[in-house]
């Protein structure tokens, strides 16, 4: 099983608002990424968790905060969005990198900030 | 860092026609090339991977070569069907890092049409 899900699938917050996303794999995987990628645009690293901890931060606002409470869970909370932030928020999973390259992706959660 | 390059943006091909695709990186450093494929509404997904030590791996209709010392990889779609319509990315990534994950770098994607 190569899954990673994520919920929700749409999202319509409003800029005072506060909203977290959800994503989860059971593949035993120890490094899961989160990603944002706009239309027609290639996906944008914007955090990567390896063994719980965060390993980078791509110079990502404070309005969005990332946690991992677990190997197998991941959220992207959310707060004070501006309308830009509206994109395709990407979760993704991989093995350690002794153990393989693989990264796979979940299929994304549609945020629109009003 | 990293720069990874993909051409063409967009591809028109006649049903059971071949699809290539070509990317280029400059970091010789790079020894992990995966392709993605992302349908309309969906999240990427890996296709085909090859790895700086082959230089051809095949699944099916679907081929990668990689040419290590011009820095050039190229996926090949043969006898191409509809639902091959989608935007393809590549991908590269180092694996130096020792932190236990992959920093992929993405070509822009190029937009696949396979007309019936």
């Known amino acids: 099983d190569t899954e990673v899900t994520q919920t929700p699938k749409h999202l319509v917050m409003g800029m005072t608002n506060k909203k977290s996303l959800k994503c989860e794999q059971h593949m035993g995987h120890r490094a899961m990424y989160w990603y944002k990628q706009k239309a027609k645009k290639p996906p944008e690293l914007m955090f990567v968790y390896s063994y719980e901890k965060l390993s980078i931060n791509e110079s990502v606002p404070s309005r969005f905060s990332p946690e991992c409470p677990n190997s197998s869970l991941l959220n992207l909370h959310l707060h004070a969005l501006q309308p830009e932030d509206s994109a395709l928020y990407l979760c993704a999973s991989s093995q350690p990198r002794d153990r393989g390259y693989e990264q796979y992706f979940g299929p994304g959660t549609r945020l629109t900030v009003t | 860092g990293e720069n990874v390059e993909q051409h063409p943006s967009t591809l028109s091909v006649q049903e059971g026609d071949s699809a290539v695709i070509k990317c280029t990186y400059s970091?010789?450093?790079?020894?992990?090339f995966p392709w993605y494929k992302q349908e309309l509404g969906k999240g990427p997904q890996l296709i085909i991977d090859?790895?700086?030590?082959?230089g051809e791996k095949k699944d099916q209709r679907i081929a990668v070569t990689l040419n290590k010392t011009a820095k050039h990889f190229s996926l090949h779609i043969t006898e191409t069907q509809p639902e091959d319509s989608a935007v393809y990315f590549c991908?590269?990534?180092?694996?130096?890092?020792?932190?236990?994950?992959?920093?992929?770098?993405f070509g822009i994607g190029t937009k696949l049409q396979v007309i019936p």
């Open positions: 970091d010789s450093a790079s020894n992990y």
């Open positions: 090859i790895r700086s030590n082959v």
């Open positions: 991908a590269a990534s180092i694996k130096k890092n020792s932190g236990g994950y992959q920093k992929v770098t």
